[in-house]
């Protein structure tokens, strides 16, 4: 109401403020059109790499392929892919991945790091209808040693590493989850594959970084229960915002609906604090009669009065 009242007092200031909050909607209409854009090619991108794995999945299975063989071969197209295109920009100009990268960043300008290699995994499990979350592996102490992902497979979650082509198989010959791993290192790292760094032994591993996250770490030190509920459950949030352009598409539009709400509120009250603040009309004065118009309308003879008829 106050910036409603200052606005109605300078003319100038509520135009340049509508000018102000035009251009901002504007923008963020842009930011929601460059990210649908943005998220159409990623996604094209990451079906092209799924394709061609199911179908390197359904040669080797003679058929229709299992879901754990699809598993395996997305495993192999990703690692493929993100290591040949680390290599070139590794040569060429490193990058540093930031936290609005998305998916399609990681995929075309790799990092080299179990950042850019976990996130298109991830991403491109999900585009084959995997459910996916995060595991940090923590070593000495030292938080997100090296970060892998665990996909649900036939109803079971089982632990896979890009960064090295890299899964474990239980004595039963299923895929192992990163508990089985963490659970009998001795057996499992006789399967690791060559050049497998031997200290992301899964002696320490979590779902969520709690640390990370402003006040969670405090709240869930008050109730080490929740903590313990949480890392049994495998509650990971970072792949909550895996589709990174979603977000963005949201916020545009969000915040130029918004925006658009003020605007239009603004100009149903302004013409009515315009009305109301105008000062009210001056009664006119009723024209006087001549003096000598008057004299003679007194000293006229009154008219007789008509009798009636009948």
């Known amino acids: 109401m106050r910036l409603m009242r200052l606005l109605s007092r300078h003319p100038k200031l509520a135009v340049f403020s509508r000018s102000v909050v035009d251009a901002t909607i504007g923008a963020l209409l842009m930011l929601a059109l460059l990210s649908w854009q943005r998220m159409r090619d990623d996604d094209a991108l990451f079906r092209q790499l799924v394709q061609v794995a199911e179908l390197k ?46 998916a399609g960043d990681h995929m075309n300008r790799p990092a080299g790091a179990c950042a850019s290699y976990v996130t298109v995994l991830a991403k491109a499990m999900q585009t084959a209808d995997f459910p996916v979350r995060k595991v940090g592996l923590v070593k000495n102490g030292i938080m997100a040693y090296h970060h892998v992902l665990e996909a649900k497979v036939n109803g079971r979650w089982v632990v896979l590493d ?54 969670a770490a405090m709240v869930l030190g008050w109730f080490p229960e929740a903590r313990t509920w949480l890392h049994a459950h495998g509650i990971s ?21 918004l925006l658009l709400l003020v605007r239009w509120r603004g100009t149903r009250k302004t013409p009515a604090a315009q009305k109301s603040a105008a000062p009210s009309p001056e009664p006119r004065e009723k024209p006087k009669m001549p003096e000598w118009v008057r004299q003679q309308a007194l000293e006229a003879p009154l008219p007789l009065p008509v009798a009636k008829r009948g």
């Not at 490193?94 to 936290?99: Q, R």
């Not at 594959?193 to 402003?214: A, F, K, L, V």
């Not at 949030?237 to 609906?257: M, T």
């Open 57 to 102: 999945a359904a040669k080797v299975a003679g058929g229709v392929a299992p879901d754990e063989t699809r598993a395996l071969e997305i495993l192999h197209a990703v690692y493929a892919e993100v290591r040949e295109r680390a290599v070139f920009f590794g040569d060429t100009e490193w990058t540093t991945p930031h936290l609005l990268w998305s």
């Open 162 to 215: 890009a960064a090295f082509d890299q899964s474990f198989r239980r004595p039963d010959g299923k895929l192992a989850s990163a508990a089985d791993v963490h659970g009998d290192w001795l057996y499992y790292r006789t399967q690791i594959m060559p050049g497998y760094y031997p200290e992301y032994d899964y002696s320490g591993y979590y779902y969520t970084n709690w640390n990370r996250i402003p006040g």
């Open 237 to 257: 949030i970072r792949f909550w915002f895996l589709n990174v352009h979603a977000w963005l598409i949201g916020l545009g539009l969000g915040g130029a609906g």
